[in-house]
């Protein structure tokens, strides 16, 4: 017999929250997997467990995940049991308190699921082509601080499973992490920019150039009211112990640092849409509607965006925030599934003041390729949340920065020098590219930055007179006239923004001086870490003018760096073994060499 205790879950959850993250201070003790998956366990745990186990007694597994009791024999197949109880197994199961005798599973500590279907979509791109100074010596993009692609990464690898290079995103492994870049002086200047130069770890003839900006941070108390709209996919796919009480448990996390100002709604969709919250400011009751959520049905995404945005605006909260939450496993298969007549509809809302965020969960039906395009038409951002932990980094630790915006279609331009650099690729952002002429269009979209983001971005150059990576032209006429002079520039960054609420843009304007690379020198500290990261994600996707610098190089660049005590930097030194040990030959996946 099932029961559920919706006042003890909330106050459970609530107690581990306030435990561990006071309104407007630090966190009074390190947050570790163990820490996020007490605080999740109200909806974690339940007879789920016995469905847990038995999809990982018959996975074909033979030694037990880590934090999991190692299983006995299988015992002779029981009698079948009525059809009612079977069918109440496929319901999710949310109670207050653990089952007598049974094992938590962690949720943070990956173990094999069997999956019948494999529906993921991703829309990769190509690794970015060599561009030559003499005919394109300005390079253009708009910012991006979505991490969904790292995470996802992550997943996979701990499943045993080398990602799709299509699901590798290197701009979104290079900003999952923070960096020592100094804070903002002046808000009327809303980031910080930090440019730097190494010589290339796997090229002697090139040099990587870092671009870093930093958002300002804010305080709790500063933050605007925000009325939100948690829009909840509950349909049958959902049913999952990684799917919907994790996100059950992320928006009670996220519920629970909101102030007395904001208000919640929540909205949920399967076969049909449902409001089930207007407007709460009551964190307990906001934690309990989330807690009587079930799964089942098919999955109308569409109308639930549709429904979300009409809680959105019957809530508006002027000069506030107003943003949708998304949180799903995958795609949308009843009512409006074409992704372009989406993309028109959150455009439509944005200009309206209401932004998106998605949150991915799951495996096997994810659509990253919807969710990354809908958010960053939204004016949001994209994350994927795989355990606990990730859910208190994103939602808790950057509640601010998901968010308050403090800048709006920030987009980069960088002129090369061609007395001095000769050849340059951009690593990452292949999906972001912009014309040149884009850069001064204040009609164009671009990325938002929120409150205490960073972004980075990392270019390899060629030098004037250094080996490069493009041929010599056979025609006189068609080959980079022979140039001479010092000058002291080598790059010119020019960035563009807009101040919320404004529609004409401001331009920062910095010159790089060529001093930096005639001093660069090999990466160390927070460069040797970056460009670690970058060559993990380039490696991951198969990129040719790496050469030889494998996973083990990487691992070595990364260590090298110092700070590998602090949690998220030591599990990516955990994930380069996991690649190697996942892309060598007689490995569990395909991909790069050992």
Same mark, same amino acid.
Request: aromatic content about 8%; charged content about 25%.
């Given at each position: 017999?099932?029961?559920?205790?919706?006042?003890?879950?909330?106050?459970?959850?609530? =107690?581990?929250?306030?435990?561990?993250?006071? @309104?407007?201070?630090?966190?009074?003790?390190?947050?570790? @997997?163990?820490?996020?998956?007490? *605080?999740?366990?109200?909806?974690?745990?339940?007879?789920?467990?016995?469905?847990?186990?038995?999809?990982?007694?018959?996975?074909?597994?033979?030694?037990?995940?880590?934090?999991?009791?190692?299983?006995?024999?299988?015992?002779?197949?029981?009698? @079948?049991?009525?059809?009612?109880?079977?069918?109440?197994?496929?319901?999710?199961?949310? =109670? #207050?308190?653990?089952?007598?005798?049974?094992?938590?599973?962690?949720?943070?500590?990956?173990?094999?699921?069997?999956?019948?279907?494999?529906?993921?979509?991703?829309?990769?791109?190509?690794?970015?082509?060599?561009?030559?100074?003499?005919?394109?010596?300005?390079?253009?993009?708009?910012?991006?601080?979505?991490?969904?692609?790292?995470?996802?990464?992550?997943?996979?690898?701990?499943?045993?499973?080398?990602?799709?290079?299509?699901?590798?995103?290197?701009?979104?492994?290079?900003?999952?992490?923070?960096?020592?870049?100094?804070?903002?002086?002046?808000?009327?200047?809303?980031?910080?920019?930090?440019?730097?130069?190494?010589?290339?770890?796997?090229?002697?003839?090139?040099?990587?150039?870092?671009?870093?900006?930093?958002?300002?941070?804010?305080?709790?108390?500063?933050? @605007?009211?925000?009325?939100?709209?948690?829009?909840?996919?509950?349909?049958?796919?959902?049913?999952?112990?990684?799917?919907?009480?994790?996100?059950?448990?992320?928006?009670?996390?996220?519920?629970?640092?909101?102030?007395?100002?904001?208000?919640?709604?929540?909205?949920?969709?399967?076969?049909?849409?449902?409001?089930?919250?207007?407007?709460?400011?009551?964190?307990?009751?906001?934690?309990?509607?989330?807690?009587?959520?079930?799964?089942?049905?098919?999955?109308?995404?569409?109308?639930? *965006?549709?429904?979300?945005?009409?809680?959105?605006?019957?809530?508006?909260?002027?000069?506030?925030?107003?943003?949708?939450?998304?949180?799903?496993?995958?795609?949308?298969?009843?009512?409006?599934?074409?992704?372009?007549?989406? *993309?028109?509809?959150?455009?439509?809302?944005?200009?309206?003041?209401?932004?998106?965020?998605?949150?991915?969960?799951?495996? #096997?039906?994810?659509?990253?390729?919807?969710?990354?395009?809908?958010?960053?038409?939204?004016?949001? /951002?994209?994350?994927?949340?795989?355990?606990?932990?990730?859910?208190?980094?994103?939602?808790?630790?950057?509640?601010?920065?998901?968010?308050?915006?403090?800048?709006?279609?920030?987009?980069?331009?960088?002129?090369?020098?061609?007395?001095?650099?000769?050849?340059?690729?951009?690593?990452?952002?292949?999906?972001?590219?912009?014309?040149?002429?884009?850069?001064? /269009?204040?009609?164009?979209?671009?990325?938002?930055?929120?409150?205490?983001?960073?972004?980075?971005?990392?270019?390899?150059?060629?030098?004037?007179?250094?080996?490069?990576?493009?041929?010599?032209?056979?025609?006189?006429?068609?080959?980079?006239?022979?140039?001479?002079?010092?000058?002291?520039?080598?790059?010119?960054?020019?960035?563009?923004?807009?101040?919320?609420?404004?529609?004409?843009?401001?331009?920062?304007?910095?010159?790089?001086?060529?001093?930096?690379?005639? /001093?660069?020198?090999?990466?160390?500290?927070?460069?040797?870490?970056?460009?670690?990261?970058?060559?993990?994600?380039?490696?991951?996707?198969?990129?040719?003018?790496?050469?030889?610098?494998?996973?083990?190089?990487?691992?070595?660049?990364?260590?090298?760096?110092?700070?590998?005590?602090?949690?998220?930097?030591?599990?990516?030194?955990?994930?380069?073994?996991?690649?190697?040990?996942?892309?060598?030959? #007689?490995?569990?996946?395909?991909?790069?060499?050992?």
């Amino acid at each position: 017999m099932r029961f559920i205790a919706f006042a003890p879950m909330a106050a459970l959850v609530l =107690t581990g929250l306030v435990y561990s993250i006071q @309104p407007g201070q630090a966190t009074q003790r390190p947050m570790t @997997p163990a820490t996020a998956d007490e *605080i999740c366990a109200p909806f974690l745990v339940g007879e789920d467990d016995d469905f847990e186990r038995r999809r990982y007694r018959t996975s074909g597994v033979q030694s037990a995940p880590v934090g999991v009791a190692p299983l006995p024999p299988p015992a002779p197949p029981p009698a @079948p049991r009525a059809a009612a109880e079977s069918a109440a197994d496929q319901a999710v199961v949310v =109670t #207050g308190s653990r089952r007598t005798g049974v094992s938590r599973v962690s949720p943070s500590v990956p173990y094999p699921r069997p999956q019948p279907q494999n529906r993921e979509r991703y829309d990769g791109e190509a690794v970015a082509s060599i561009m030559a100074v003499a005919e394109e010596p300005v390079s253009t993009f708009a910012v991006d601080v979505d991490t969904g692609s790292y995470a996802n990464v992550r997943r996979f690898l701990n499943q045993g499973r080398v990602p799709p290079r299509a699901a590798v995103r290197t701009e979104e492994m290079l900003n999952y992490f923070r960096y020592d870049y100094d804070r903002p002086r002046d808000r009327t200047r809303p980031f910080s920019i930090t440019t730097d130069m190494a010589t290339t770890p796997w090229n002697e003839n090139t040099r990587l150039l870092r671009i870093g900006l930093r958002g300002y941070d804010i305080d709790r108390s500063e933050r @605007p009211a925000a009325n939100l709209v948690f829009l909840v996919d509950v349909s049958g796919s959902m049913h999952s112990r990684d799917k919907l009480p994790l996100v059950q448990c992320s928006m009670a996390m996220m519920a629970d640092q909101l102030n007395p100002r904001d208000r919640v709604s929540i909205v949920t969709y399967a076969g049909s849409t449902k409001t089930v919250l207007t407007g709460s400011n009551d964190r307990e009751e906001i934690i309990a509607a989330l807690g009587r959520l079930r799964s089942g049905g098919s999955t109308a995404g569409a109308a639930g *965006i549709s429904l979300a945005y009409s809680a959105a605006r019957a809530n508006l909260i002027e000069d506030g925030i107003n943003r949708i939450i998304l949180a799903t496993d995958g795609d949308f298969n009843v009512g409006t599934t074409n992704r372009d007549r989406l *993309i028109e509809m959150v455009e439509r809302e944005r200009e309206a003041g209401i932004s998106l965020t998605t949150l991915g969960y799951g495996t #096997g039906n994810y659509n990253e390729a919807m969710m990354e395009q809908i958010a960053n038409h939204g004016n949001g /951002n994209y994350a994927y949340i795989d355990s606990a932990m990730e859910a208190h980094r994103a939602l808790v630790q950057e509640l601010s920065s998901t968010l308050f915006t403090i800048a709006a279609d920030v987009k980069i331009q960088i002129e090369f020098n061609p007395l001095h650099v000769r050849e340059y690729r951009l690593i990452g952002y292949e999906n972001r590219l912009l014309a040149e002429e884009d850069f001064d /269009n204040d009609t164009v979209d671009a990325g938002e930055i929120g409150a205490g983001h960073q972004v980075t971005a990392l270019y390899e150059i060629v030098p004037t007179g250094s080996r490069g990576w493009l041929p010599e032209r056979r025609y006189a006429a068609n080959r980079a006239e022979a140039r001479g002079g010092e000058g002291a520039e080598f790059a010119h960054l020019r960035l563009r923004y807009k101040l919320p609420g404004e529609d004409e843009s401001r331009l920062i304007e910095q010159a790089i001086g060529r001093s930096a690379m005639v /001093n660069a020198r090999a990466p160390r500290g927070d460069m040797a870490f970056v460009t670690a990261v970058a060559a993990f994600g380039q490696r991951l996707r198969g990129d040719t003018y790496l050469g030889d610098f494998d996973f083990s190089d990487i691992r070595r660049l990364a260590r090298a760096s110092g700070r590998t005590g602090d949690y998220w930097r030591g599990e990516f030194v955990t994930l380069t073994e996991l690649a190697e040990a996942r892309s060598a030959p #007689g490995g569990s996946g395909e991909g790069s060499k050992r």
